[in-house]
């Protein structure tokens, strides 16, 4: 299972990426947590000591790895687009509770046309995690639509776009699924976040087709109250994270 969480930012996709990764732990598969958001917190939902958090500089941080994995340097222009990166996930992931995290951040000045060192060095970590035929990988997103624009994680077998029950959820969904496409990905589905009851539901239904509705997760202050604490949901929430079961479920199914 290769999966790319994704939506705009406060919807709760780091929530539902963790809890899902724990999950997954939980059956004793071997799961990779890849965090591509620049405001990486994906470590502290999946409950990593904060002193172990401390010591994590992201891969696109790494100067002289991409340096030397490149060939790009102060002096030098010219740089490999293919690099070696096969050791990268087990070498530089901390792992606890059963998952292995991996931090990646992302190129800050990136665009659709960016081909710099750090952008083809993370580009090619995605790519390679997309074949790790073994490990589910689970990939943490950056908020909004530029990682699809530079094509960063094309290799994923679905996205999942976690929404609020509003407007702009709606579109964020509509424009991640028409940017996938273009990105030859063509399952998209929808996880609704911070649903408080039926006519919030019924809203969601009205607007996602059904075969891309993977389930509903309840506004929860549990999961408010995890986060205060510096925990992870799947430690403080058995509601939170009984729902996620059951959208885990749909995802096996349909793998």
């Known amino acids: 299972m290769k999966i790319a969480i994704t939506g ?3 919807v709760g996709k780091t929530t539902f990426a963790a809890t899902l990764a724990r999950l997954y732990a939980e059956e004793g598969c071997t799961v990779l947590a890849a965090d591509v958001d620049p405001d990486a917190n994906l470590g ?3 409950g990593f000591p904060e002193e172990v958090l401390d010591s ?13 994995r490149t ?16 050791d990268i996930p087990d070498t530089y992931s901390k792992s606890y509770n059963g998952v292995k ?16 060192p750090e952008h083809v060095m993370l580009k090619r970590i995605l790519s390679y995690l997309s074949l790790r035929s073994k490990d ?9 639509l530029e990682h699809l624009g530079r094509g960063t994680c094309e290799g994923m077998e679905q996205f999942v776009v976690v929404i609020e029950p509003g407007a702009r959820s709606i579109q964020t969904y509509k424009n991640v699924k028409r940017l996938a496409h273009d990105l030859g990905i063509q399952t998209v589905r929808v996880v609704a976040n911070k649903v408080r009851g039926t ?12 075969e ?44």
């Open 44 to 46: 502290l939902a999946l």
């Open 71 to 86: 060939g790009a340097g102060p002096g030098n222009a010219m740089y490999t687009l293919n690099p070696k990166v096969d």
């Open 56 to 68: 994590i500089v992201p891969i696109s941080k790494m100067r002289k790895l991409i340096e030397e």
């Open 8 to 10: 705009k930012g406060g």
């Open 199 to 210: 006519e919030d539901e019924e809203f969601i239904r009205s607007k996602i087709p059904a």
């Open 136 to 144: 589910v990988v689970i990939m943490d997103m950056e908020a909004g």
């Open 212 to 255: 891309d509705l993977l389930g509903f997760i309840h506004y929860n202050p549990e999961v408010i109250d995890a986060d205060r604490q510096g925990k992870s949901p799947y430690d403080v929430s058995e509601s939170a994270k009984e729902e996620i079961r059951k959208i885990k479920e749909i995802l096996d199914q349909s793998n």
């Open 101 to 116: 995290l991996l931090t990646l951040g992302t190129v800050e000045t990136g665009g659709g046309g960016c081909v710099c």
